[in-house]
């Protein structure tokens, strides 16, 4: 018996590789993410999203208590069973009248995970629609292979580190996946998804929280760390990471940071 998604639900997340709107939180709440997130960024010289990468909830202990949300939890259970780990998250973010765009990809290209499943739940602080540059995606296509080519294009105005883009799609069968705020999409990390710019006069700020089954390895580097949600981890793949005692403690920015050291030396030699 599924706990938070219906039937049909599960049976849209089978067909199309990603299932929509899933109510999280309560519009206040949605709120309160924003302003936490604002006054972030107005205390920084650097978008969030760009200085808080792979682990961005490790400094923050708002971001640690949405990624441990008992019906994100639920959720996520609902997809992929009982031993949940968290191994990343990031903020996707467009400011009002934002240019940036998001290629179309597939997130299995650059996790390092073995086996390659992996499903992100992308969280709206403020709303995600066609005219804000919500994410859209090719239903069906985590049906596929699990790697499909990548240019890495290093497009200024591309979100993607790289700018990785997989080219010649046949896109005609694109859907938008919009959201109010404090509702969630989920996606595998096989599925082909992009966003556009954004044409509205508010920011699009999203929250992307990325789980697997404990059995998921991160086969690039040693020593993975994830969050343990719920259940087991039998073959111990993931140390626990460490809870930040308060916000942007020394200790939980340097954890952050050093992951992402970790990750970026490793997908680097990789290609
Ligand atoms: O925020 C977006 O538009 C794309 C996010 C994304 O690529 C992801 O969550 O995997």
């Not at 998250?89 to 009002?96: D, I, L, M, P």
């Not at 499903?119 to 602080?125: Q, S």
């Not at 700018?163 to 859907?175: H, M, N, P």
């Amino acid at each position: 018996m599924p706990k938070v998604l219906t039937d049909e639900q599960l049976a849209h997340w089978n067909r199309d590789g990603a299932v929509w709107p899933i109510d999280l939180l309560t519009a206040e709440e949605a709120a309160d993410y924003t302003r936490r997130f604002e006054a972030l960024e107005a205390s920084m010289e650097t978008e969030a999203q760009a200085r808080f990468r792979m682990k961005a909830h490790l400094p923050f202990p708002w971001l640690w208590d949405l990624v441990m949300h008992p019906r994100l939890a639920d959720a996520i259970e609902d997809i992929i069973g009982p031993d949940i780990v968290c191994w990343g998250s990031s903020f996707f973010t467009k400011k009002a009248h934002d240019p940036r765009f998001i290629s179309w990809h597939q997130d299995s290209t650059y996790y390092g995970l073995e086996p390659p499943e992996s499903i992100t739940a992308w969280v709206a602080f403020t709303r995600a629609n066609a005219e804000s540059g919500c994410m859209k995606i090719l239903p069906g296509t985590h049906r596929g292979e699990a790697i499909l080519p990548h240019e890495e294009t290093y497009d200024e105005k591309n979100l993607l580190s790289r700018g990785q883009t997989i080219r010649d799609l046949d896109i005609s069968t694109a859907v938008d996946m919009p959201l109010a705020p404090g509702q969630m999409s989920i996606h595998h990390n096989k599925t082909i998804h992009s966003s556009e710019p954004n044409n509205a006069d508010w920011p699009r700020v999203g929250f992307a929280i990325h789980f697997a089954d404990s059995s998921v390895r991160q086969a690039q580097f040693d020593n993975p760390l994830a969050i343990h949600i719920r259940g087991d981890d039998p073959d111990g793949n993931w140390i626990e990471d460490p809870r930040p005692e308060y916000e942007l403690s020394p200790e939980s920015v340097a954890a952050c940071d050093d992951y992402w050291e970790r990750y970026r030396n490793a997908m680097t030699a990789q290609t």
